[in-house]
């Protein structure tokens, strides 16, 4: 992780977009990608987000504000102390890619949901053996 507040501080400096590439323990990989936009310290690092494209179904909110939480900065949600790792969560049960790294063998539920994850509201569970998240400006040209 780089961290909320340098990658706060590098978005907050033009327009980006948020890539997240998932691989399952099948060894196929997915991706999707957001524009979206994140606060500062002062609104926990709320993630706005809008699905532009990807070759996996969206599972997390478009258009809401997600405050980022962790087990000690939960607010009368219990998704971080359960799922274990920080994240936007919105619901418990859509994703979390900062969970518990968990093992195909790991079949029981509770296990499960610790670990890292991606579900879709109208799909299946994909249990992740990697994850990565990258954001890019929105003008590569820039990059001359």
Not at 88 to 115: A, F, I, M, Q
Request: glycine share 10%; net charge positive; with cysteine.
């Amino acid at each position: 992780w780089l961290g909320l507040k340098k990658i706060y501080s590098i978005t907050k400096q033009g327009s980006y977009l948020l890539r997240i590439e998932l691989q399952d323990w099948r060894g196929n990989r997915r991706h999707i990608e957001y524009s979206f936009s994140l606060g500062g310290p002062s609104s926990n690092f709320s993630l706005q987000l809008s699905r532009m494209a990807g070759s996996i179904p969206n599972a997390l909110p478009e258009h809401t504000e997600l405050h980022f939480s962790t087990r000690d900065t939960a607010r009368g949600s219990s998704c971080p102390e359960n799922h274990l790792g920080g994240w936007w969560h919105s619901e418990c049960e859509e994703t979390n890619l900062n969970g518990k790294y968990v093992t195909p063998r790991s079949r029981g539920r509770l296990d499960r949901g610790k670990g890292l994850y991606w579900k879709p509201k109208k799909g299946r569970y994909y249990l992740l053996k990697s994850t990565k998240i990258m954001i890019h400006p929105t003008d590569l040209k820039s990059f001359d």
